[in-house]
């Protein structure tokens, strides 16, 4: 347990990020996404890039001022979003020629690009363009994908440095899928570039919950004990808590607005972290709910979530009112942040 | 201008209800309602019959409780969806058939049933069921809507004094159209039937204003003046100016809450309410408002419409941000309650 002092204020550490892929938390305006209480969101660097664009960025000094958020705020590379969401993407030395999912226009990233747009979108934390691939690709397809995203995080490292700038971090992002050595070399090889701190990458895409931790087992040794390090995208309530033990600070993950989407709610159960059944899904649209009079979740602190019944909630989702993605939303973010604040308890108390 | 006492509060008149056709004001949590200041929001009998259901609603002891709202709310009879979202139905003496516009299943709708209906929602006010045909209609049809009409308004108040209902109120609906004999025809009989108020329907379906007036400008004096008179569905801003001159005391629209997914806003800009220009609207999706940075509506008592730019608004839009749509809502149904403030303000001064 930490704190980082961001230029937008202090994160207690391990904490989750809430997504706001497009400049917004879906469905959420700023108002409801401070009375759930993060400290830190993050944003998609691609998704910005595209929408609202750089100029209109520039024109409100950043995207703090864009969205009226004024907290600490972490923004992607896009390297994951060019190989998740552009049908076309080119990797060459100089940096990954894409296609925009929204027009087929075509765009270059390269490691320093990265920078300047994460400058001008103004995240207090920055990351470095790399190469994401499946974690089940074959060795030699991982190997160079590692080697490409270790030379662009040497020239974004040593770019940023020239730049002098001073209001923002910069992390590292280790690969190697699911290769031992591999991912060992990446990490050696990024320490030496001293980063701010370390993400591990490219995990949560495929493998197992065991293949994961084994990573975490190797991984977390080789990183800098005095920096912090996150774990993107990941993930499931019980992956963060076996990450947690395993030293990752940082996690951010799409599961809970995405779940929301589908009427899934996350309620928590109790605080027994370690036993995988502190918390339970429900499924809204099951028949049960239709005339459940009990609140959404009565232990919510957000009067709406207590207010409501599962019977209306229920009732919000069968006739497709936009309402109901945002009370599930309130609900499955509200849980994550209490995970972390539950953790973070335990690990003051020794529990953890 | 005056006060009318209903169940579960007091509204002053003239006033405008907010849409909540399926239990829910499109996209708005109940507090956000709130923060808008309505006296009385308006629900749909038909849309409430088929979903939630009344088994649900005598659950929760009636729309109230399952909405969480707990000021007045009026509920319209069914007719009007009848007529316009069911793809069958069939006019009897007993009453209406129709096939759900959501599953094709078969209901029947009397003026006995509909008062029981609207007595499980337990709304403050209650609306007769009518037969609504176009404006436009040829007289014969006409004529033949309105009889029916007045034949099943008898049904109804009969009913309803027979079961003695004591803590809501029931409205009879004038038809006829753009006929000035039968438009009296059918207030003079309603009359006899002493309701507890009194509403024009089948206007807003294809004439233009000035018939819409023509028909005010008679009706009005054939209704009691001691009690409420309801103009069904109306409409523009101008269009409830006008109506309120010629006597009109409540209201309810589509608009708001329609044009705010179209993302066209409705925006305040003088007192000068008989002008016709005291407002403008705007279209959000306009090139100029990509980088306009004043707020989405500088006078808003909402904060989120006073801190959210303009161009962070455009851009919700232009990347299908749920949040876009809640923001133009609040903005446009606080317009239409400012208007109605306005608008009692100016009676009350004897401007209006």
Same mark, same amino acid.
């Given at each position: $347990?930490?704190?980082?002092?961001?230029?937008?204020?202090?994160?207690?550490?391990?904490?989750?990020? +809430?997504?706001?892929?497009?400049? !917004?938390?879906?469905?959420?305006?700023?108002?409801?996404?401070?009375?759930? #209480?993060?400290?830190?969101?993050?944003?998609?660097?691609?998704?910005?890039?595209? *929408?609202? %664009?750089?100029?209109?960025?520039?024109?409100?000094? %950043?995207?703090?001022?864009? $969205?009226?958020?004024?907290? +600490?705020?972490?923004?992607?590379? =896009?390297?994951?979003?060019?190989?998740?969401?552009?049908?076309?993407?080119?990797?060459?030395?100089?940096?990954?020629?894409?296609?925009?999912?929204?027009?087929?226009?075509?765009?270059?990233?390269?490691?320093?690009?990265?920078?300047?747009? *994460?400058?001008?979108?103004?995240?207090?934390?920055? $990351?470095?363009?790399?190469?994401?691939?499946?974690?089940?690709?074959?060795?030699?397809? &991982?190997?160079?994908?590692?080697?490409?995203?270790?030379?662009?995080?040497? #020239?974004?490292?040593?770019?940023?440095?020239?730049?002098?700038?001073?209001?923002?971090?910069?992390?590292?992002?280790?690969?190697?899928?699911?290769?031992?050595?591999?991912?060992?070399?990446?990490?050696?090889?990024?320490?030496?570039?001293?980063?701010?701190?370390?993400?591990?990458? %490219?995990? !949560? &895409? =495929?493998?197992?919950?065991?293949? $994961?931790?084994?990573?975490?087992?190797?991984?977390?040794?080789? /990183?800098?004990?005095?920096? +912090?390090?996150?774990?993107?995208?990941? %993930?499931?309530?019980?992956?963060? &808590?076996?990450?947690?033990?395993?030293?990752?600070?940082?996690?951010?993950?799409?599961?809970?607005?995405?779940?929301? #989407?589908?009427?899934?709610?996350?309620?928590?159960?109790?605080?027994?972290?370690?036993? =995988?059944?502190?918390?339970?899904?429900?499924?809204?649209?099951?028949?049960?709910?239709?005339?459940?009079?009990?609140?959404?979740?009565?232990?919510?602190?957000?009067?709406?979530? #207590?207010?409501?019944?599962?019977?209306?909630?229920?009732?919000?989702?069968?006739?497709?009112? +936009?309402? !109901? /993605?945002?009370?599930?939303?309130? @609900? @499955? &973010?509200?849980?994550?942040?209490?995970?972390?604040?539950?953790?973070?308890? *335990?690990?003051?108390?020794?529990?953890?």
């Amino acid at each position: $347990m930490g704190i980082l002092k961001l230029a937008h204020g202090k994160v207690s550490t391990p904490f989750f990020m +809430p997504i706001a892929t497009k400049a !917004a938390v879906k469905t959420l305006s700023i108002d409801e996404v401070q009375s759930l #209480r993060p400290e830190i969101i993050l944003s998609n660097t691609y998704h910005l890039y595209l *929408q609202p %664009g750089l100029d209109i960025l520039k024109k409100f000094g %950043g995207l703090h001022k864009f $969205m009226n958020w004024d907290k +600490p705020i972490l923004t992607d590379s =896009g390297g994951f979003q060019v190989f998740s969401l552009s049908k076309i993407r080119k990797i060459k030395d100089e940096g990954v020629e894409f296609q925009s999912h929204l027009d087929g226009s075509k765009h270059l990233l390269t490691p320093e690009k990265v920078v300047d747009i *994460q400058k001008i979108i103004g995240s207090d934390i920055t $990351m470095v363009l790399d190469q994401c691939i499946d974690s089940t690709s074959d060795r030699k397809e &991982v190997q160079k994908a590692m080697e490409i995203t270790t030379c662009w995080a040497t #020239r974004a490292r040593k770019y940023f440095l020239k730049k002098k700038i001073k209001d923002q971090l910069q992390f590292g992002i280790v690969q190697g899928a699911l290769f031992e050595d591999l991912r060992k070399q990446s990490a050696q090889e990024l320490k030496k570039l001293n980063f701010d701190g370390y993400a591990v990458g %490219g995990l !949560a &895409v =495929g493998e197992t919950n065991d293949e $994961m931790y084994k990573v975490l087992n190797y991984i977390v040794d080789e /990183l800098p004990d005095d920096r +912090p390090r996150y774990l993107m995208g990941v %993930g499931k309530p019980e992956n963060i &808590v076996e990450a947690v033990k395993r030293g990752i600070d940082m996690f951010d993950c799409v599961i809970p607005t995405r779940e929301a #989407r589908h009427g899934r709610l996350y309620i928590w159960k109790n605080s027994n972290l370690s036993s =995988g059944k502190f918390y339970q899904t429900i499924n809204i649209s099951n028949e049960k709910f239709k005339t459940d009079k009990s609140p959404i979740n009565k232990d919510s602190k957000i009067p709406a979530l #207590r207010n409501y019944s599962k019977a209306y909630l229920a009732h919000l989702y069968k006739t497709q009112e +936009p309402l !109901a /993605l945002k009370l599930a939303t309130l @609900n @499955n &973010v509200e849980f994550y942040l209490n995970l972390m604040r539950e953790i973070r308890r *335990q690990i003051e108390k020794g529990k953890l």
